[in-house]
């Protein structure tokens, strides 16, 4: 080499962005993909708590039963969504039971790896926060819609939220058998009662049934423009 050539110097390397979605649905240290039959169940409450769980695709059930006997459906689950994760705050037994709506896929990540996960991708550690602070969100919306809103109103909302309405990408259909009793446990109130506010919205334009139940932008308005007002 002569004294005027420069030695070549290597190209900084690009790194692929780290996709935490992607990266779940591969098989790993510490976390698997399951795939489950409709009314499967995932874990049944009381069972032991030691894994987060991350729904790749499909629809799941949360139920919980009380002392007496009384089951309740405390919400569903939707894809790119996390549940189980109560076991990282100590959480030693499951407090519900989660249940395949539809068939679904979804990645169990065991604690030790979770733990792994966060602390050596930022990525997927902004991802699960970020999950945590919706969640919480919607349990704070949940609790203000039960004090406030109708029961017409509620159930309006739980179409559009299980429609997806509110999140990133398009609303889909909702799955044909969810049942008028499960929203009903879910809005607390009867089952006539949301046979009839389904009958009139169906009327109105707000849904449609076509071997699903399909969830229209103009149902927004009923929970848009009759919000609670509330006094602080």
Known sequence: ??????????????????????????PGDGRSTINYRKNDVIF???????????????????????DRGKEAVASI?????FFGEACMAGQLQRLVT???MTDAAVVRIEKAAMVRLIQEHSAFSQMFVTHIL????????DLIDQLFNSSERRLARLLL??????????????IAKIS????????????SRVSFFMNRFRKLGFISYNGHIEVHKSLLNLVLHEQPHIKT
């Open 180 to 191: 008028q009793e499960t929203l009903a446990e879910m809005i607390g109130t009867t089952r």
């Open 44 to 66: 049944s409450q009381g069972d032991r708590a030691d894994a987060v769980f991350y729904v790749h695709k499909g629809k799941l059930k949360v139920t919980v039963v009380s």
């Open 161 to 174: 939220l299980l429609a997806n309405y509110g999140k990133e990408g398009k609303p889909e259909p909702i």
């Open 1 to 26: 080499m002569s004294r005027l050539e420069k030695p070549a110097r290597d190209k900084p390397r690009r790194t692929a962005a780290f996709d935490p979605a992607a990266f779940l649905a591969l």
């Open 77 to 81: 689950v939707s894809p790119d969504e």
């Open 98 to 100: 989660v249940s395949a």
């Open 134 to 141: 919706n969640r919480t969100i919607r349990v704070e919306a």
